[in-house]
C-alpha cells in the first residue's frame, strides 16, 4: 500500500511537481552536466519531508544502514549501480573489504550488513566483513532472525594495506560512520576507502551541508522556474553550547527566533495556516539522537536536566557543542493512520529504490527516527527517475520521481560538500 497525503494544503506542492514532472529531460540533462563536474558520494540515503506545501530533504546519510529495507524487486538495480560505483575508483576491482559499525547486538543492522554484501557478490566481487570489535579475534558467524548469517574476521593490517586473513582487498567499504574519529588501523591506507575518511561525522557538519544544498537548490529552482524555498529548509547554526552547564542559551534562542521569523513570513506569503517549528539537533552525527521540535525561542532556554541529558550528547558518547536549527517541515504523509516520511537510497549517481520510515506514537511535527520506529519497503515506480505524463503530480509515479529530484539534489550538494573538504 502506498501512502498518499491526507491534507487539502497541496496545491503549491501539486504545482511544483507538475513543474518537475514537465521539465524532466531539462532536469535529467542538468543532473547529467552536473555529474561530469562531480564525483558523486559512493552510496546515500536522504530522509524527505512531504508537507503538502513543501518537499523538502532534512538529513543526508553517506553511510546509509538500512539497505534491508528497499524492496527486493530493485536488488538488480542495486547490484548495477554498485558494479559502477566500485569499478569507477579500482577498475579491477574483484577483492572489497567491508567494515560496519559496531551494532554485533542491533539485528536489523546486521540485515543491513548482509544486504551490501550480497549486493556486492552479486555485483562480481568477493567479498569479506573486518570488524573494528576488539573482541572479534577470529571469524564469527553471527545467525540472523531473518534466517541468513553473517560472518565477521578481525581486521589484519599489513604495512599501508588492511585486510583480513589471507585476503588483501583492492576496495575498502565503510559501513561505519567514523562518528567517534578515525580509528589508527584506517589511516593512511593505500587501498581505495569508499567513502573517505571525510564523509564521517568527526569531520562533517550538516550545516555545511545544507549551505551547499541551499546553493544547489538556488540553481535547480533557477532552471524550473520555481521559488527554491519550496525544496529547501531555512536553518542556522549555534557553535559552542554547553546544555549540561547551560551555555549558549542565548545564542540558541536567538537563531530559533531568527529561523521561525523567516518561516512565518514564508507561510503568510503562501497561506499556510500550521504553526511553524524548527528542529534543534547536533550538527554532526545521526541515529535520531540529540533532537527537538521547537515552536517558540522560550522552549530552548527552559530545558530540564532530562531534556539537556538527551540533547547533551549523541552516538559513541560524542559531547554535543555545534547545534543545526533547521525549519521544521510538516509530514503530512500517513500509512494507514501513521505519520509516514520517504527514505531515498542512491548509490553513486543512482536511486535504487527508498522505503517510508513509520512511526505510530510521532507527530507530524516530530522526528520519525526513534524508537519504535519500522519501515515499508516501496518499489519506486521505475527506479525514481520516469514519471508518467498520464498520471495526475500526486499519483504514485509522478510523486516517486519528485522524491528522487529532490533526493540527488541533496546527493549533488553532498559531492560539493565533499569536494570543499578535500580542497
Keep these: 500500500m502506498v501512502p498518499h497525503l491526507t491534507t487539502a494544503l497541496k496545491g503549491p506542492l501539486l504545482e511544483l511537481e507538475q513543474r518537475i514532472i514537465t521539465a524532466q529531460p531539462t532536469i535529467e540533462h542538468w543532473f547529467r552536466t552536473q555529474w561530469l563536474e562531480r564525483t558523486p558520494p559512493f552510496y546515500s540515503s536522504v530522509d524527505l519531508r512531504n508537507s503538502g506545501f513543501k518537499l523538502a530533504p532534512v538529513d543526508t546519510n553517506l553511510f546509509p544502514g538500512g539497505f534491508n529495507n528497499l524492496n527486493p524487486d530493485f536488488l538488480p538495480l542495486c547490484v548495477l549501480a554498485m558494479q559502477s560505483a566500485v569499478e569507477k575508483f579500482c577498475p579491477e576491482a574483484r577483492g572489497v573489504l567491508l567494515i560496519p559499525e559496531n551494532h554485533t547486538r542491533n539485528q536489523f543492522y546486521l540485515q543491513n550488513v548482509a544486504q551490501i554484501v550480497t549486493i556486492l557478490k552479486q555485483a562480481g566481487m568477493r567479498v569479506r566483513v573486518g570488524s573494528l570489535l576488539p573482541e572479534i579475534t577470529q571469524a564469527t558467524t553471527l545467525a540472523l ?21 589471507d585476503f588483501d582487498p583492492c576496495v575498502i567499504v565503510l559501513n561505519n560512520d567514523l562518528s567517534a574519529g578515525v580509528p589508527d588501523i584506517l589511516k593512511n591506507l593505500e587501498q581505495t576507502l ?24 538556488q540553481q535547480f529552482a533557477e532552471l524550473i522556474g520555481i521559488d527554491s524555498w519550496l525544496i529547501d529548509p531555512y536553518f542556522d547554526v549555534c557553535n559552542q553550547i554547553n546544555f549540561q552547564e547551560r551555555v549558549g542559551e542565548d545564542c ?143 499519483d504514485t509515479p509522478n510523486r516517486f520521481y519528485a522524491y528522487g529530484v529532490v533526493a540527488r539534489l541533496a546527493m549533488l550538494a553532498a559531492s560539493l560538500e565533499l569536494e570543499e573538504m578535500a580542497a
Design 252 to 394: 540558541l534562542a536567538a537563531k530559533v527566533d531568527g529561523v521561525l521569523q523567516k518561516i512565518r513570513e514564508k507561510y503568510a506569503e503562501y497561506g499556510v495556516k500550521q504553526d511553524p517549528f524548527v528542529i534543534v539537533k547536533a550538527d554532526a552525527g545521526t541515529y535520531g539522537m540529540g533532537i527537538m521540535t521547537v515552536k517558540d525561542a522560550s522552549e530552548v532556554r527552559d530545558l530540564n536536566r532530562k531534556q539537556r541529558n538527551k540533547m547533551s550528547v549523541v552516538k559513541e558518547g560524542v559531547q554535543v557543542s555545534d547545534v543545526l536549527v533547521q525549519e521544521g517541515v510538516y509530514t503530512f504523509e500517513d500509512l494507514n493512520g501513521a505519520v509516514a516520511e520517504p527514505v531515498v537510497y542512491m548509490i553513486d549517481r543512482h536511486v535504487v529504490g527508498g522505503f517510508y520510515r513509520v512511526h505510530t506514537d510521532r507527530g507530524i511535527d516530530e522526528n520519525l527516527n526513534a524508537p519504535g520506529m519500522r519501515f515499508e519497503p516501496l518499489a519506486f515506480e521505475a527506479c525514481c527517475t520516469l514519471p508518467n505524463p498520464s498520471c495526475e503530480p500526486d
Design 145 to 165: 532472525t531473518n534466517g541468513n548469517s553473517l560472518t565477521l574476521e578481525p581486521l589484519v593490517r599489513i604495512g599501508n594495506r588492511l585486510g583480513v586473513a
Design 194 to 217: 569508499l567513502p573517505p575518511h571525510g564523509a564521517g561525522w568527526h569531520a562533517r557538519r550538516k550545516s555545511k551541508h545544507f549551505d551547499a544544498y541551499s546553493r544547489v537548490s
